[in-house]
């Protein structure tokens, strides 16, 4: 099985900072992977399908890239409604989901 | 607006079955283009793919839970669903139902969960 490792679990910043979450496949898997970010409460939200394709209506400030076996999920310019969890799945297989990783305001 | 809305009991003794129906608006589950999918997360910890439906009825499930599964579609109703058989509180989660794009291979749009807790 394909197991997915996300870093850090938890990360803490202030409105206007960049931040980078990274996801690790444990084999390479090309570009099969999806971010996602959930809000408190509500389900989840797709950013960023394939890697470095931007869902639409998601802000350009969110970007992805990546292939092989590792991946980064960069937001710019952090804004108050960017603070939510954050996870990286795998696209086939038995589709797996990184841990996540809490982004709160420092 | 595709819309989708998730179903069914709230409370499920162990060893018992848990029933779930999705009840999908603007769009239908007739669709080549979308897997009809089931996702969980217990409270407070992370997501898990539980499968998927397709429009055929063909089926496409995680390894670990295929052996107590069973997914279907009511073209009819625009719903599909999920039975988990022999459910212990482990299987108590959220329960999200999800439209997976087969071009983007992603579930991009999503329910707002049911939680579903496993208890005598």
């Known amino acids: 099985d394909i197991q997915m490792t996300q870093s850090p679990s938890s990360l803490s910043a202030s409105v206007g900072d960049r931040v980078t979450i990274t996801c690790r496949a444990s084999?390479?898997?090309?570009?099969?992977i999806n971010w996602y970010q959930q809000e408190p409460g509500k389900a989840p939200k797709l950013l960023i399908y394939a890697a470095s394709h931007l869902q639409s209506g998601v802000p350009a400030r969110f970007s992805g890239s990546g292939s092989g076996t590792d991946f980064t999920l960069t937001i710019n310019s952090l804004q108050p409604e960017d603070f939510a969890v954050y996870f990286c799945q795998l696209n086939y297989s038995d589709r797996p989901f990184g841990q996540g990783t809490k982004l709160e305001i420092k | 607006q595709v819309q989708l809305q998730e179903s069914g009991p709230g409370l499920v003794k162990p060893s018992e079955t848990l029933s779930l129906t999705c009840t999908v608006s603007?769009?239908?589950?007739?669709?080549?283009?979308?897997?009809w999918s089931w996702i969980r997360q217990p409270p407070g910890r992370g997501l898990e793919w539980i499968g998927y439906v397709y429009f055929n009825g063909n089926t496409n499930f995680n390894a670990s839970l295929k052996s107590r599964l069973t997914m279907s579609i009511d073209t009819p109703k625009n719903q599909f669903s999920l039975k988990v058989r022999s459910v212990t509180a482990a299987d108590t989660a959220f329960y999200f139902c999800?439209?997976?794009?087969?071009?983007?291979?992603?579930?991009?749009?999503w329910g707002r969960g049911t939680l579903v807790t496993v208890s005598s």
């Open positions: 084999q390479t898997v090309d570009t099969y």
């Open positions: 603007g769009d239908s589950v007739n669709s080549p283009n979308y897997y």
């Open positions: 999800g439209r997976w794009s087969v071009v983007k291979s992603a579930v991009d749009y």
